[in-house]
C-alpha cells in the first residue's frame, strides 16, 4: 500500500469470526513487537462484546504472547458500562478474563474506568477517566496517542459509546463522557470521544455476522458520522475493518486488501 493511501479505509475479509479473531491476534503480536522491540511504549485502546473478547482470548493463545515485553503495553477502553467492578457487563472484566489476567503486564498500566461501586458519580468517573489519559498525554493532545485501537461496530453503526445522532458523537473539546440512557443496555457508559480514536495511529475495527453487513457498507460509502459514528472512525496511519464473509456482503472489491 503506497503512502498516499495509507490512511484509506481498508476491508480484511476472514472466512469466519475465529478466523478474524485469529487474524487480528497475529497482527496486534506483530505491532506490539514491532513497536516495543526498541523500548517504546504502547498504548492500546481495547473494545468489549464478542469479538473484542475473541481476538484477546487468541492472542493469550499465541505463542508469540510469551515475547512480548508486556511492561511496555497500557491498556486503556474506548468505553465502559458503569456497573460494579465485578459485574459480567464490564468490558474490562471480560478483557480480564479474556487476556490480561494472563500476562504479565503491571497493574499500573491497566487503567480502568470506576465502577459504579467506587463511590464515584457517572460524571466523575468520566471525568477521572480523562485526568488518567491526561497524565500519559503527548505535546498535541491530553490524552495518549494509542498505537492501537481496537472498535466494535453495532448493526445501528456506533462504535464505542457513540450513538446515532446523540450529542456525544459531536463533542470535540473532551477525552472522555458519561453517557446516560443509551440506548443499548445499561443505560450508563463512560466514552471516549471521536477526536481520542482518530488521533490514534491505527484504528482497527473488528465486525462479524450478516447483521453488521449494512453499517459496514455504510461506513465505507462515506456516510455522515452523526448518523453513523462508524464512518467518522479513522486511524493517522490505518483504517482496518476485520470482518467475516457474512459482513462482507457488501464490500466494494477495490476495498478489500489481500496482504494486511
Given amino acids: ?26 497482527r496486534f503480536l506483530t505491532r506490539l513487537r514491532a513497536r516495543t522491540v526498541n523500548g517504546r511504549v504502547a498504548h492500546v485502546a481495547l473494545t468489549g462484546g464478542s469479538m473484542g473478547g475473541a481476538v484477546l482470548a487468541a492472542t493469550r493463545d499465541d505463542p508469540r504472547a510469551a515475547s512480548i515485553d508486556w511492561s511496555l503495553v497500557h491498556f486503556w477502553w474506548g468505553d465502559e458500562r458503569f456497573v460494579p467492578r465485578d459485574d459480567a457487563d464490564r468490558n474490562a472484566l471480560q478483557s480480564r478474563n479474556a487476556l490480561l489476567d494472563h500476562i ?13 461501586d ?15 489519559l491526561a497524565r ?7 490524552w495518549p ?11 445501528d453503526g456506533h462504535i464505542a459509546s457513540l450513538f446515532p445522532d446523540r450529542e456525544e458523537v459531536t463533542v470535540t473539546d473532551a477525552a472522555a463522557l458519561a453517557v446516560r440512557n443509551s440506548p443499548k443496555p445499561p443505560p450508563e457508559r463512560v466514552t471516549l470521544t471521536r477526536p481520542v480514536i482518530n488521533t490514534s495511529k491505527r484504528v482497527w475495527l473488528v465486525l462479524t455476522g450478516a447483521d453488521k453487513a449494512s453499517a459496514l457498507g455504510l461506513a465505507l460509502a462515506g456516510a455522515s458520522y452523526t448518523s453513523v459514528p462508524v464512518a467518522g472512525a479513522r486511524g493517522r496511519k490505518r483504517t482496518v475493518f476485520f ?4 459482513a462482507a456482503s457488501e464490500v466494494s472489491p477495490d476495498l478489500i486488501d489481500q496482504a494486511y
Fill in 136 to 142: 500519559f498525554g503527548t505535546d498535541e493532545n491530553p
Fill in 1 to 26: 500500500m503506497s503512502d498516499a493511501t495509507s490512511a484509506e479505509k481498508r476491508v480484511v475479509i476472514e472466512a469466519t469470526p475465529t478466523d478474524v479473531a485469529a487474524r487480528v491476534a497475529d
Fill in 145 to 155: 496517542a494509542f498505537a492501537v485501537c481496537f472498535l466494535g461496530v453495532g448493526p
Fill in 118 to 132: 467506587d463511590g464515584l458519580t457517572l460524571d466523575e468517573a468520566a471525568a477521572a477517566y480523562a485526568a488518567e
Fill in 104 to 116: 504479565p503486564v503491571p497493574p499500573e498500566n491497566i487503567h480502568e474506568v470506576a465502577g459504579s
Fill in 243 to 246: 470482518v467475516d464473509e457474512a
